[in-house]
Nanobody, 119 residues
């Protein structure tokens, strides 16, 4: 199983980014798929997840971030809008979990993609 998060970059406050989580060796169409982030000097934090067909978000991103699936591409996306400096972090995706917000509950955890937000 290989899992890769991509799409990070440097943006200004208020701009948008789309992160992609691409998988090989495992289907993303029904398992829990989670997004996490870690800012410098801070612990890993849960951002969002798909649990079956339902999406969940941490409070700080509700209304700004949207998670979606493309089963044909075996991909999950995280659309991030109206980015703030607090959103700057390394973002990770994880697959096949049992608890949305628990990084350790996921069987497969990918490498991160860096998001930088500046004024």
């Amino acid at each position: 199983v290989q899992l890769q998060a991509s799409g990070g970059g440097s943006v200004r406050i208020g701009e948008s980014l789309r992160l992609s989580c691409l998988a090989s060796g495992i289907s993303l169409d029904s398992d829990y798929v989670g997004w996490f982030r870690q800012a410098p000097g801070k612990p890993l934090a849960w951002v969002s997840c798909f649990a079956g067909v339902t999406a969940y978000y941490t409070n700080s991103v509700k209304g700004r971030f949207t998670v979606s699936r493309d089963n044909a591409k075996n991909a999950v996306y995280l659309d991030m809008n109206n980015l703030t400096e607090e959103d700057a972090a390394n973002y990770y995706c994880a697959v096949k979990g049992t608890t949305c917000s628990s990084w350790l509950s996921y069987d497969y955890r990918g490498q991160g993609t860096q998001v930088t937000v500046s004024s």
